[in-house]
């Protein structure tokens, strides 16, 4: 935890929080901090700053807080994702986060299991935990909004114009295409498939859309892998 995240319901005062719970735990068992100690601080969708103990037991974490830096700056990529399984899921939420992605959709392909939709990891609680602990990593305040998007056609024909709307639009796909791709930071739409890959009707109406295919070469990584080397290789500066 290279931040402590604060929420709304952690303030007691304008400038004095209560924690408790995970975030208490670590800062005294793994920071092993001590009352007078600082730590970095950042309230959720706001500034970072920094936290000074002011007390510190087994029941709760109480910090004078003053916030005063903005966060990273976004980056600009926009990420579409099949929707992996639900143990890949958590981790690539995590991993996209840390990023500096703030906008992800969740998509149904044809290699996606229907069972997946139906998996507890999607309940918001458990998406917003995960991209809690992707801001903790990064030291960012911005919450990502997550999308659910369960008909592929629909998502298609009626939502990824908008969204991909003057952006460079890239679809991961192990073909010969578009393996060359120009390094510099400008907004872009990835769209990344399932573990069986797209098929080719999927793969057609994203080529009508504009979508130009990137290979990572022979290797098939895993998702959790797949997503931060496709956002490193196309957005490096």
Same mark, same amino acid.
Do not use: C
């Given at each position: 935890?290279?931040?402590?995240?604060?929420?709304?319901?952690?303030?007691?005062?304008?400038?004095?929080?209560?924690?408790?719970?995970? $975030?208490?735990?670590?800062?005294?068992?793994?920071?092993?901090?001590?009352?007078?100690?600082?730590?970095?601080?950042?309230?959720? @969708?706001?500034?970072?700053?920094?936290?000074?103990?002011?007390?510190?037991?087994? @029941? =709760?974490?109480?910090?004078?807080?003053?916030?005063?830096?903005?966060? /990273?700056?976004?980056? &600009?990529?926009?990420?579409?994702?099949?929707?992996?399984? &639900?143990?890949?899921? @958590?981790?690539?939420?995590? %991993?996209?986060?840390?990023?500096?992605? #703030?906008q992800i959709y969740l998509v149904h392909t044809? $290699?996606?299991? #229907?069972?997946?939709?139906?998996? /507890?990891?999607?309940? =918001?609680?458990?998406?917003?935990?995960?991209?809690?602990?992707?801001? !903790?990593?990064? #030291?960012?305040?911005?919450?990502?909004?997550?999308?659910?998007?369960?008909?592929? $056609?629909?998502?298609? !024909?009626?939502?990824?114009?908008?969204?991909?709307?003057?952006?460079? #639009?890239?679809?991961?796909?192990?073909?010969?295409?578009?393996?060359e791709i120009i390094r510099e930071m400008q907004?872009?739409?990835?769209?990344?498939? /399932?573990?069986?890959?797209?098929? &080719?009707?999927?793969?057609?109406?994203?080529?009508? %859309?504009?979508?130009?295919?990137?290979?990572?070469?022979?290797?098939?990584?895993?998702? =959790?892998?797949?997503?931060?080397?496709?956002?490193?290789?196309?957005?490096?500066r």
């Amino acid at each position: 935890m290279n931040l402590i995240l604060l929420f709304d319901e952690d303030f007691v005062d304008e400038n004095i929080v209560r924690l408790s719970g995970r $975030r208490l735990h670590h800062v005294r068992d793994i920071h092993r901090a001590q009352a007078g100690d600082s730590l970095v601080v950042g309230k959720i @969708n706001g500034e970072l700053g920094v936290g000074r103990i002011v007390k510190l037991d087994k @029941n =709760e974490l109480i910090l004078e807080i003053e916030l005063h830096s903005p966060p /990273p700056a976004p980056l &600009p990529l926009t990420l579409i994702l099949a929707l992996p399984r &639900p143990r890949v899921l @958590n981790r690539t939420l995590i %991993a996209a986060t840390s990023m500096g992605v #703030k906008q992800i959709y969740l998509v149904h392909t044809n $290699r996606v299991e #229907k069972s997946f939709w139906h998996s /507890p990891v999607l309940e =918001e609680d458990k998406i917003r935990d995960s991209l809690v602990l992707g801001l !903790e990593q990064a #030291k960012d305040t911005i919450m990502p909004i997550v999308h659910l998007r369960k008909k592929f $056609r629909p998502f298609m !024909e009626d939502a990824l114009p908008d969204i991909a709307k003057n952006t460079r #639009k890239i679809v991961a796909h192990p073909d010969n295409l578009a393996q060359e791709i120009i390094r510099e930071m400008q907004p872009t739409t990835l769209f990344v498939g /399932p573990e069986g890959g797209f098929i &080719p009707y999927e793969i057609e109406k994203l080529q009508s %859309a504009g979508f130009h295919s990137f290979s990572l070469g022979e290797r098939i990584l895993r998702v =959790e892998t797949a997503v931060p080397v496709l956002i490193t290789k196309l957005m490096s500066r």
